[in-house]
């Protein structure tokens, strides 16, 4: 049973460009949810996804988008770089009525922006 | 607004010996408390929670304590292991047995727990 995958796991990008990341949520899960981890800092919620919808948005600016598709994967799309977008990018899936318990996380993607 | 507070940033300890991670919060909403541990380029695997109508849960080597007057919670892992060594961090959820709330983290916690 494949848990949560995330691509890439390593990626740069300059200043402005844009960057999309990619997660599959582990089998039977239907909702994801994307979180930043910057150096020395917990993850930080941006948003999550059910029914491909938005659902929940934590305090992160429109440049930070995403999308769910109907296989329940997930995209996060975040424009118009800045450094400060430099973190580890966490993908989480769980059941929509499951317990908080139940949350798994993926091996998460790192953002470097130069 | 950190409501999620993990003021050790570090911790060390010998084999065999207890470890005792603590975290503080500020938000009353908060009722279903996690802990996560994680190893460098891993995600943060569930470790253990504790409802807010309990004040202990025990899962063999590790016990979470809730002492909610005091917006406290601790981690105590008993005895200590090499392998434990890990980020801890402490996460809170607003919205008990519902993974559809978000979870706030703490900054984390570096166990190192030394042979």
């Known amino acids: 049973d494949a848990g949560v995958t995330q691509s890439p796991t390593h990626l740069i990008k300059t200043r402005g460009q844009q960057v999309t990341l990619r997660c599959s949520p582990k089998?039977?899960?239907?909702?994801v949810s994307w979180y930043q981890q910057a150096l020395g800092q917990g993850p930080q919620f941006i948003f999550q996804?059910?029914?491909?919808?938005?659902?929940q948005r934590g305090n992160f600016p429109d440049r930070f988008s995403g999308h769910q598709f109907p296989n329940y994967s997930s995209e996060l799309n975040v424009n118009a770089l800045l450094l400060g977008d430099s973190a580890l990018y966490l993908c989480?899936?769980?059941?929509?009525?499951?317990?908080?318990?139940?949350?798994?996380f993926g091996e998460g993607s790192w953002l470097t922006v130069v | 607004d950190q409501q999620v507070k993990q003021n050790s940033p570090s911790l060390s300890v010998q084999e065999g010996r207890i470890s005792i991670l603590n975290c503080d919060y500020t938000n009353s909403m908060f009722d279903y408390f996690l802990w996560y541990k994680k190893y460098p380029a891993e995600g943060p695997t569930f470790l253990i929670s504790?409802?807010?109508?309990?004040d202990k849960n025990e899962d063999g080597r590790f016990t979470v304590f809730l002492n909610k007057s005091a917006k406290h919670l601790s981690l105590h892992i008993v005895p200590s292991q090499p392998g434990d060594s890990a980020v801890y961090f402490c996460a809170a959820s607003a919205r008990r047995k519902s993974s559809g709330d978000k979870l706030t983290f703490g900054t984390g916690t570096r166990l190192a727990v030394r042979p």
């Open positions: 989480a899936s769980s059941l929509a009525r499951g317990p908080v318990n139940t949350i798994y």
């Open positions: 089998s039977g899960h239907d909702t």
């Open positions: 504790i409802s807010s109508i309990k």
């Open positions: 996804y059910y029914e491909e919808e938005e659902r």
